[in-house]
């Protein structure tokens, strides 16, 4: 029988692996493909995304494909060892039939290097039609170029295609080099026997407690609702107890979930520093005033008049000096260089009038002083200090003038980010004759309605009234957010992946596993108990990985500063991403086992009876075989003695 035979008669007897480990590597080399599909794209042309996207999204794909070749080396070393185990008898028969370890080697890693070779070609090709599809019913990824494969990026693929596998059979085939050929007929037994005499000392205690658990009932009282938990926790510390037999499935859960929760937790930490910051800024005692056509302040001019209607409304504000709290601000933009050595940013140049810090009671000088009004002078937001190097020098250039840094300020929310001045110097430079918006404190946030009740039908219909806290919130939401998109499109492949590659362990587990779960539905343990145990055993390894990937992106990127939105803000790990890496992790975790529980459930006692059964048949048979050799397989070791020789 030829190489390509066995292969294909050993993939189509154990087809749920094979597929499991097709759908793994197809979906990596998924995400392989859109993002250096779209990223080859974006170069180019650069202009169909914002500025930056490109890099951020080619070191977000370098991060996921390194990370899932790693899992393919992982899920490929832990499936080839399973197998190898169930299949030494086989292997022996193979060596007693003459097969050298060269062909032994060359079977073994065609098995699996099959899968993740097909996988590839099948995520490659996926990846151009998947994002068409998704171009239609997520139309902010339309103005993204579609994936291009340049030749390098693609050979690439092939080779780690090929190595990652090779890589991943290192370790289980040397083992099964080293056995002799009788010593791996018998070696699988003699596994499943050492296993089990573990599991039965370390669990006899916990089984003698309940002598025979009571029969499952219909009924679904109190009582038999305890004696099922009882069940289910005895169970489930029979099954953790041994978690280290199976290590390297374990190692796989938790990395998955780890990757999963880190790739998405990594991006949505700064849009939820963005969110954060912005939906905070607004304070509810104040109004403004703005051009209806933009939500971006910087984009839209007022017609002349209006700060003269918004002074004279009611509910306006008054300081100690009597003068109404109404300011005008003009919003320009100025070019400053990134810390990270990216290109030059457009970032929020603010000029205000006297009366703003009064109006603004979150505002803090942290050193220096305020802008003097008439002079070319500056005032930066802490965050915009840590994150551009222009501003270390305390001089920056606008419209062709250089401007003085003259202190560091902090502000509740957005406006940190920004860099202030006087109103009429920055306008007079930006050669602009109309304001870009109205603020108006009023004397509480109860007085809003009076306010604009009193100025509605006095402003043109191109103005528009509303509170600050509504005017950031409809910010928030006219932000582009493609990068968002395409985290919750990565991860939702990447969470594909992860359910494969759990379902793979938990069946791999539950072959293993298959005797000692016999033995506790025999001496009368209920079937859902021991499903339940399954889908908890995997639930605790998921949710532990969620927490070691929240971890990771907590400790690397947590209050980091960044750029965005024409200003600059922290990356924010809260409870709000925590809980959802957990919830993400345990979705995956029960879509990945609850199959196969169920699968373990639906068997009947007579059914574990024959596991039972058949296995200790095959150790008495094995038992007898280590006594006396048969006549048939000395004969067949002693030639192949003599054809090695």
Not at 263 to 279: C, D, K, N, P, Q
């Amino acid at each position: 029988m030829s190489h390509v035979e066995l292969v294909w008669a050993n993939l189509r007897r154990r087809p749920l692996h094979a597929l499991l480990g097709l759908i793994c590597a197809a979906l990596v080399f998924t995400l392989y493909g859109l993002g250096f599909g779209i990223t080859a794209g974006l170069r180019r042309a650069p202009s169909a995304a914002p500025a930056g996207f490109g890099q951020q999204l080619e070191a977000i794909v370098m991060v996921v494909s390194a990370v899932g070749m790693a899992l393919i080396l992982i899920l490929t070393a832990s499936a080839t060892a399973q197998a190898l185990r169930l299949r030494m008898p086989e292997f022996g028969i193979l060596k007693a039939l003459g097969f050298s370890h060269r062909r032994m080697t060359a079977l073994v890693i065609a098995e699996a290097c099959a899968p993740c070779v097909a996988g590839a070609v099948l995520g490659l090709t996926a990846a151009p039609i998947l994002f068409a599809a998704l171009t239609i019913s997520l139309p902010p990824l339309a103005q993204l170029p579609s994936p291009v494969y340049a030749v390098d990026k693609l050979a690439i693929a092939v080779a780690a295609s090929v190595l990652f596998p090779m890589l991943g059979s290192v370790i289980p085939l040397r083992k099964l080099l080293r056995v002799e050929a009788f010593a791996a007929m018998t070696g699988r037994v003699e596994t499943l026997r050492a296993a089990s005499t573990i599991e039965h000392r370390r669990s006899r205690r916990s089984i003698a407690a309940p002598a025979r658990p009571a029969p499952a009932t219909s009924s679904f009282g109190s009582g038999a609702v305890t004696s099922l938990l009882r069940q289910v926790v005895v169970v489930s510390r029979i099954g953790l107890s041994t978690v280290h037999t199976r290590i390297k499935g374990a190692l796989l859960i938790v990395a998955g979930v780890s990757f999963l929760a880190f790739v998405l937790l990594y991006v949505l930490s700064m849009a939820e520093g963005i969110r954060t910051s912005i939906l905070d800024s607004g304070d509810p005692a104040r109004a403004i005033l703005r051009p209806q056509s933009t939500s971006w302040l910087q984009d839209g001019r007022l017609p002349d008049g209006v700060l003269r209607i918004a002074a004279e409304a009611r509910g306006v504000a008054r300081s100690a000096d009597g003068s109404v709290l109404v300011e005008a601000v003009y919003n320009g933009v100025i070019g400053l260089d990134p810390r990270d050595g990216s290109r030059r940013r457009p970032v929020m140049l603010m000029g205000v009038g006297p009366n703003w810090r009064e109006m603004t009671p979150s505002f803090r000088l942290l050193s220096g002083r305020f802008p003097n009004a008439g002079s070319r002078e500056l005032l930066a937001g802490y965050k915009a200090r840590e994150t551009f190097s222009d501003l270390d020098d305390n001089v920056v250039t606008y419209r062709g003038e250089q401007w003085q840094i003259v202190g560091t300020f902090s502000t509740r929310g957005w406006w940190s980010g920004y860099l202030l001045g006087d109103y009429a110097e920055v306008r007079s430079h930006a050669g602009s004759s109309a304001d870009t918006a109205i603020l108006a404190k009023l004397q509480s946030p109860a007085s809003f309605d009076r306010f604009r009740d009193s100025v509605v039908n006095r402003l043109p219909p191109s103005v528009k009234v509303e509170r600050e806290p509504d005017f950031y919130a409809g910010f928030w939401k006219s932000l582009p957010k493609s990068l968002v998109y395409i985290v919750y499109l990565l991860s939702g492949i990447i969470a594909i992946g992860v359910i494969t590659g759990i379902t793979q362990v938990v069946h791999a587990a539950l072959e293993e596993r298959r005797r000692e779960i016999a033995i506790l539905r025999v001496v009368g343990f209920d079937r859902r108990a021991v499903a339940a145990s399954v889908v908890l055993e995997s639930l605790l390894l998921a949710l532990l990985g969620s927490l070691i990937g929240s971890a990771l992106v907590w400790l690397s990127v947590d209050g980091s500063y960044h750029y965005g939105a024409w200003s600059s803000f922290q990356s924010t790990v809260n409870g709000h991403l925590l809980l959802l890496a957990m919830g993400w992790a345990s979705a995956i975790a029960m879509i990945g086992t609850v199959p196969m529980a169920v699968r373990t459930m639906r068997k009947s006692e007579r059914e574990a009876l024959a596991d039972l059964r058949e296995s200790e048949e095959g150790q008495l048979v094995f038992d007898a075989a280590k006594e006396k050799e048969p006549p048939a397989l000395n004969r067949g070791l002693l030639l192949n003695q003599q054809v090695a020789t």
